[in-house]
C-alpha cells in the first residue's frame, strides 16, 4: 500500500493530476499507520501482523 501511494505520488506530480497526488498521499499515510500498528503487534484487521 506504501508503494502503490508513493507510485501514485510520483504520477500524479510528473502529470499534473491533482486527485492522483491526494489518492497517493492518503495511500501512503493508511500503509504507514498500518504498518505501524501491526508492528506493535496490535491485531490489523483481525490478523496480528501486517504485510
Keep these: ?3 502503490l ?3 501514485l505520488l510520483v ?3 510528473l502529470t ?3 486527485i492522483l497526488w ?3 498521499i492518503v495511500l501512503a499515510v493508511l500503509g ?3 504498518w505501524v500498528l501491526g508492528s506493535l503487534g496490535r491485531a490489523v484487521g483481525g ?3 501486517y504485510w
Design 16 to 18: 499534473g493530476i491533482a
Design 47 to 49: 490478523r496480528k501482523h
Design 11 to 13: 504520477i500524479g506530480f
Design 5 to 7: 501511494g508513493i507510485i
Design 1 to 3: 500500500m506504501i508503494v
Design 22 to 24: 491526494t489518492i497517493g
Design 32 to 34: 504507514a499507520i498500518l
